[in-house]
C-alpha cells in the first residue's frame, strides 16, 4: 500500500507540475496572468525596478506612460505598434504631440533582454509600465494578464483617424469604450486617467475662442488658460496646463473638479452634466475604492483590446523595429 502511496503522490506532483509550465501558455489566443511563470520569472520584479528609478529623475513620468497604453491601445490594439520608428509611422501622427517615454520603455526592453532574451514583448512592457504608473503614483495596484505579442506595422494616418479628438462628445466616448467591452462606470473611470499629467495649449484653448453654449468652465480655469496659452492658434505654443490640481498623484482630483467646472478638456465638462454621467463622476468623487475599482476593471479591458497572441506578430528584439 505505501509503494501504491508513494507512486500515486510522485503522478500527483507531475501533473501539478506539468500544470503550472502549461499555465504560463497563451490558450486559444488569450493573455493569461502566469504567461512568463518559466521564461522570465521576474519580469514584474524588473520592470517595477526600472520604473522606480525613472520616476525618481522625472515625477511627470507616470502620466506619459499611461497616455502611451491609451494611445498604442486605440490604433490596431495593444501591439506595441506606436513605438516603431519609420517616417510615416504613428508616433508621427498629429494627434500623438507630445507622446513621451518611448525611449524608456527600449531602457526597460534592455533590461529584460539581459535577463530573458526574447522572451518580453514590447507590448507587455507598455501594459505593465502603465499599471505600475498607476501604483506608484497613489493609485490601484492591478494585476493584467500578459502574453501579447509586437505588430509588423504602424501608419501614422491610421493613427490619425483612429485616435479620438479633444472635441469628442459623450456620445462618442460611450461607443469608443463600449466596443472595448467597458460599461458606462468604466468609461466614466478610465477617463478618470486624466488625474495624471498635463494638456498641450493645442489642444484646450479652442475652448476660450470657440466655445460651446453647454460648456462648463470656472472662471479661475479661464484666467489660467488665457494666460497660458496667449495665442488664438498655439500651433507651437507647447506650454502644459495641469489636469488637475494633483497632477502627478492618482487620485479622486479629476471629479472634483470637473464637478466644480475645472475639467481641462471638453469632454470633461461634457461628463460632469451629461445626466448619464454626472452621477457616476460624483459617486467617484465622493468613494475613492469605488473609482479604484472600477479604474481597474476598466484598464484591463483597455489594456487587453485586440491583441496579438499566440503565433500572431512577434516578440520584438528592440522595440523601435521590427526583426
Given at each position: 500500500?505505501r509503494?501504491?502511496?508513494?507512486?500515486?503522490a510522485?503522478?500527483?506532483?507531475?501533473?501539478?507540475?506539468?500544470?503550472?509550465?502549461h499555465?504560463?501558455?497563451?490558450?486559444?489566443?488569450?493573455?493569461?496572468?502566469?504567461?512568463?511563470?518559466?521564461?522570465?520569472?521576474?519580469?514584474?520584479d524588473?520592470v517595477?525596478?526600472?520604473?522606480l528609478?525613472?520616476?525618481v529623475?522625472?515625477?511627470?513620468?507616470?502620466?506619459?506612460?499611461?497616455?502611451l497604453?491609451?494611445?498604442?491601445?486605440q490604433?490596431?490594439?495593444?501591439?506595441?505598434?506606436?513605438?516603431?520608428?519609420?517616417?510615416?509611422s504613428e508616433?508621427?501622427?498629429?494627434?500623438?504631440?507630445?507622446?513621451?517615454?518611448?525611449?524608456?520603455?527600449?531602457?526597460i526592453?534592455?533590461?529584460?533582454?539581459?535577463?530573458?532574451?526574447?522572451?518580453v514583448s514590447?507590448?507587455?512592457i507598455?501594459?505593465l509600465?502603465?499599471?505600475n504608473s498607476?501604483?506608484?503614483?497613489g493609485?490601484?495596484?492591478?494585476?493584467?494578464?500578459?502574453?501579447?505579442k509586437?505588430?509588423?506595422t504602424?501608419?501614422?494616418?491610421?493613427?490619425?483617424?483612429?485616435l479620438?479628438?479633444?472635441?469628442?462628445?459623450?456620445?462618442q466616448?460611450?461607443?469608443?469604450?463600449?466596443?472595448?467591452?467597458?460599461?458606462?462606470?468604466?468609461?466614466?473611470?478610465i477617463?478618470?486617467?486624466?488625474?495624471l499629467?498635463?494638456?498641450h495649449?493645442?489642444?484646450?484653448?479652442?475652448?476660450?475662442?470657440?466655445?460651446?453654449?453647454t460648456?462648463?468652465?470656472?472662471?479661475?480655469?479661464?484666467?489660467?488658460?488665457?494666460?497660458?496659452?496667449?495665442n488664438?492658434?498655439?500651433?507651437?505654443?507647447m506650454?502644459?496646463?495641469?489636469?488637475?490640481?494633483?497632477?502627478?498623484i492618482?487620485?479622486?482630483?479629476?471629479?472634483?473638479?470637473?464637478?466644480a467646472?475645472?475639467?481641462?478638456?471638453?469632454?470633461?465638462?461634457?461628463?460632469?452634466?451629461?445626466p448619464?454621467?454626472?452621477?457616476?463622476?460624483?459617486q467617484?468623487?465622493?468613494?475613492?475604492?469605488?473609482?479604484f475599482?472600477?479604474?481597474?476593471?476598466a484598464?484591463i479591458?483597455l489594456?487587453?483590446?485586440?491583441?496579438?497572441?499566440?503565433?500572431?506578430?512577434?516578440?520584438?528584439?528592440?522595440?523601435?523595429?521590427?526583426?
Open positions: 500500500m509503494g501504491m502511496e508513494g507512486k500515486f510522485m503522478i500527483v506532483q507531475l501533473v501539478i507540475l506539468l500544470l503550472v509550465i499555465g504560463g501558455e497563451s490558450e486559444g489566443g488569450e493573455l493569461v496572468y502566469n504567461y512568463y511563470e518559466t521564461t522570465c520569472p521576474f519580469v514584474e524588473i517595477r525596478n526600472e520604473m528609478s525613472i520616476f529623475a522625472d515625477v511627470t513620468a507616470p502620466a506619459a506612460f499611461l497616455r497604453l491609451f494611445h498604442d491601445c490604433v490596431q490594439g495593444c501591439d506595441a505598434s506606436i513605438l516603431l520608428a519609420s517616417p510615416d508616433i508621427h501622427a498629429s494627434r500623438n504631440l507630445g507622446i513621451r517615454k518611448l525611449e524608456a520603455i527600449n531602457q526592453k534592455s533590461s529584460l533582454e539581459a535577463t530573458c532574451p526574447g522572451q514590447c507590448a507587455d507598455i501594459a509600465a502603465a499599471k498607476v501604483a506608484l503614483s493609485g490601484p495596484f492591478i494585476r493584467i494578464p500578459l502574453g501579447r509586437d505588430s509588423n504602424s501608419s501614422s494616418i491610421q493613427a490619425d483617424a483612429l479620438p479628438s479633444v472635441t469628442i462628445n459623450v456620445d466616448l460611450i461607443s469608443i469604450f463600449a466596443a472595448k467591452g467597458m460599461n458606462l462606470q468604466e468609461t466614466v473611470a477617463l478618470g486617467a486624466h488625474t499629467g498635463a494638456a495649449c493645442v489642444n484646450v484653448v479652442d475652448r476660450l475662442y470657440k466655445p460651446k453654449p460648456d462648463h468652465m470656472d472662471l479661475q480655469l479661464q484666467i489660467a488658460i488665457r494666460a497660458a496659452c496667449a488664438t492658434v498655439p500651433a507651437a505654443n506650454t502644459l496646463i495641469p489636469n488637475d490640481a494633483t497632477p502627478t492618482f487620485d479622486t482630483s479629476y471629479y472634483f473638479g470637473i464637478l467646472g475645472r475639467g481641462l478638456f471638453s469632454i470633461d465638462s461634457s461628463i460632469s452634466v451629461d448619464r454621467t454626472m452621477v457616476i463622476a460624483t467617484f468623487a465622493a468613494d475613492r475604492n469605488y473609482f475599482r472600477t479604474f481597474s476593471s484598464f479591458k489594456a487587453s483590446d485586440n491583441v496579438l497572441t499566440g503565433n500572431m506578430g512577434q516578440v520584438r528584439k528592440q522595440c523601435n523595429r521590427v526583426n
